[in-house]
């Protein structure tokens, strides 16, 4: 139990257009979710924190309006990137909470930007 | 600022031989820890948890937890370069249901 996917694994884009990826957690609810951001040879960035019908809470630095993050449901997040440029390139991992604290990752996203 | 630190390595073992990982941390009201397993390129994977002091074993895994010390440990038995990856520990934020990583401890198994 306790698999996460996301959507699409890896992504190319132009720069200034937008890029969705989803987050889901297959099976079962997750209290939260969880949007980070891991550069190459770098540790976890925590991007934002998701929780079902509220709005995200965003770390410092993170730029609420270029990062859209929305949870539709107990199963399911996405975040956007908009307007992209090639220093967004990077790898995004979403991550959902069973119990308390229990984080079990999705596979990751590669996003490069050209 | 809560932290949770860890020797970034790498650590190199012989295969067959133990592999110890260690991490302390700064809050001293944390309750729950876990270990993640990270494989280059790819996204971190739980091994372990733990809650309580003592030792949690789980197949060729086993955590350690000493709170008085805020510290907390993973030992690897008859290591294989399969293991060979980063390990991350973690541990609640505070306030909020957020874990706070440690940079981690790249393992490599030599065979």
């Known amino acids: 139990g306790a698999v996460v996917s996301q959507h699409p694994s890896w992504v190319i884009c132009k720069s200034g257009t937008s890029v969705k990826i989803e987050c889901r957690s297959l099976d079962f609810q997750a209290t939260t979710m969880f949007w980070y951001r891991q550069f190459p040879k770098q540790s976890l960035m925590l991007m934002a924190t998701s929780n079902e019908g509220s709005k995200a809470t965003y770390e410092q630095g993170v730029e609420k309006d270029k990062f859209l993050i929305n949870h539709a449901s107990l199963t399911l997040s996405t975040l956007t990137v908009t307007s992209a440029h090639p220093e967004d390139s990077s790898f995004y991992i979403c991550s959902a909470t069973r119990g308390a604290y229990e984080q079990y990752f999705g596979p990751g996203t590669r996003l490069t930007v050209t | 600022q809560k932290e949770v630190e860890q020797n970034s390595g790498p650590l190199s073992v012989p295969e067959g031989a133990i592999a110890s990982l260690n991490c302390t941390y700064s809050d001293r009201g944390s309750q729950s820890f876990f270990w993640y397993r990270q494989y280059s390129g790819k996204s971190p994977e739980l091994i372990m948890s733990?809650?309580?002091?003592g030792d949690k074993e789980d197949g060729r895994f086993t955590a350690q937890l000493n709170k008085a010390s805020q510290y907390v440990s993973l030992l690897i038995r008859d290591s294989q370069p399969s293991d060979s990856a980063t390990y991350l520990c973690?541990?609640?934020?505070?306030?909020?249901?957020?874990?706070?990583f440690g940079t981690g401890t790249l393992l490599a198994v030599q065979p």
């Open positions: 973690a541990c609640p934020g505070g306030a909020t249901n957020k874990l706070i």
């Open positions: 733990i809650y309580s002091n």
